[in-house]
């Protein structure tokens, strides 16, 4: 089957999962319902007045401190925080449309991953929509830089990341690993891959306001020396790294390129995928 031939999908029926938020440590509830073809991944706040609702693209991208936020130009109050793990949960189980109900400002955690996120869709399923998904092709190599972290996404057929993972800290070191949508299977390799701070930076971060819904339970937590929770990958953290990319260039919808990262972010992320956008854009 061609990507062409490929039809737009969505949730069999709706979903329900509550939880705490990792940075803000609120209890949130979420509610995954169906949507029709051309939707795209939609955020309703329902704790405010007139159920405003948020589209998961580049633009509406408010913040990528500690974690990808979307909101509406002009009203401060009304923004969705940590949308990567979800956004990657879906890319990984085909969604092209949801609508996420949301009684908070920030996705539940889970464990951390992907994994709980993709486990409740394929408890439902997925159902085929009428209209053909259309996958953004990478025509020109697009670049972002950030002192000495780097992002680009290469002309490539299918979807492949490859990403090299530099720490000045002796549990992380240098790590490096490559996943490809057709070689590799997320749910395994990539799917539990869990979030990961370091307990020497634990009261900075609360002074902050971040990590206050953080724990053993969604968070691999770095010590000096070893980890303080025992990790399901070798190369966990890598891992994790790479779910935060597919979720963060999620924004665009499905997309065929070579994602090549050395140690970015959430906003080297955010600066690719308002690029491809505009590549996009500017071809239509």
């Given at each position: 089957?061609?990507?062409?031939?490929?039809?737009?999908?969505?949730?069999?029926?709706?979903?329900?999962?509550?939880?705490?938020?990792?940075?803000?440590?609120?209890?949130?509830?979420?509610?995954?319902?169906?949507?029709?073809?051309?939707?795209?991944?939609?955020?309703?706040?329902?704790?405010?007045?007139?159920?405003?609702?948020?589209?998961?693209?580049?633009?509406?991208?408010?913040?990528?401190?500690?974690?990808?936020?979307?909101?509406?130009?002009?009203?401060?109050?009304?923004?969705?925080?940590?949308?990567?793990?979800?956004?990657a949960?879906?890319?990984?189980?085909?969604?092209?449309?949801?609508?996420?109900?949301?009684?908070?400002?920030?996705?539940?955690?889970?464990?951390?991953?992907?994994?709980?996120?993709?486990?409740?869709?394929?408890?439902?399923?997925?159902?085929?929509?009428?209209?053909?998904?259309?996958?953004?092709?990478?025509?020109?190599?697009?670049?972002?830089?950030?002192?000495?972290?780097?992002l680009?996404?290469?002309?490539?057929?299918?979807?492949?990341?490859?990403?090299?993972?530099?720490?000045?800290?002796?549990?992380?070191?240098?790590?490096?690993?490559?996943?490809?949508?057709i070689?590799?299977?997320?749910?395994?390799?990539?799917?539990?891959?869990?979030t990961?701070?370091?307990?020497?930076?634990?009261?900075?971060?609360?002074?902050?306001?971040?990590?206050?819904g953080?724990?053993l339970?969604?968070?691999?937590?770095?010590?000096?020396?070893?980890?303080?929770?025992?990790?399901?990958?070798?190369?966990?953290?890598?891992?994790?790294?790479?779910?935060?990319?597919?979720?963060?260039?999620?924004?665009?919808?499905?997309?065929?390129?070579h994602?090549?990262?050395?140690?970015?972010?959430?906003?080297?992320?955010?600066e690719?995928?308002?690029?491809?956008?505009?590549?996009?854009?500017?071809?239509?």
């Amino acid at each position: 089957m061609s990507d062409k031939d490929i039809m737009q999908k969505t949730i069999s029926s709706s979903i329900e999962y509550s939880g705490v938020a990792l940075h803000t440590g609120n209890n949130v509830k979420i509610r995954c319902l169906p949507a029709e073809a051309d939707t795209g991944i939609v955020f309703r706040r329902v704790d405010i007045d007139g159920k405003p609702e948020i589209k998961a693209e580049p633009y509406n991208v408010v913040s990528t401190k500690r974690c990808t936020s979307i909101g509406l130009a002009g009203d401060k109050g009304i923004t969705v925080h940590t949308i990567e793990h979800l956004m990657a949960a879906l890319w990984a189980s085909d969604i092209d449309n949801i609508i996420i109900e949301i009684d908070n400002a920030e996705t539940p955690v889970g464990d951390g991953s992907a994994l709980p996120y993709m486990q409740l869709v394929k408890g439902v399923g997925v159902v085929e929509l009428s209209k053909p998904r259309r996958i953004k092709e990478i025509k020109k190599s697009i670049w972002a830089r950030k002192e000495d972290m780097y992002l680009a996404v290469l002309p490539y057929e299918g979807f492949k990341v490859s990403y090299t993972l530099v720490y000045d800290h002796s549990v992380i070191g240098t790590q490096f690993h490559e996943y490809d949508r057709i070689e590799n299977n997320f749910l395994d390799e990539i799917a539990a891959a869990r979030t990961f701070g370091f307990e020497r930076e634990v009261e900075a971060l609360h002074r902050r306001g971040l990590a206050l819904g953080g724990s053993l339970e969604n968070a691999v937590l770095i010590g000096e020396e070893k980890t303080v929770n025992p990790l399901r990958f070798e190369n966990e953290f890598v891992r994790h790294k790479i779910l935060d990319v597919i979720g963060d260039m999620f924004l665009n919808g499905y997309i065929s390129g070579h994602i090549i990262a050395v140690r970015s972010g959430h906003y080297l992320h955010v600066e690719l995928a308002k690029k491809i956008y505009e590549g996009i854009k500017s071809r239509r």
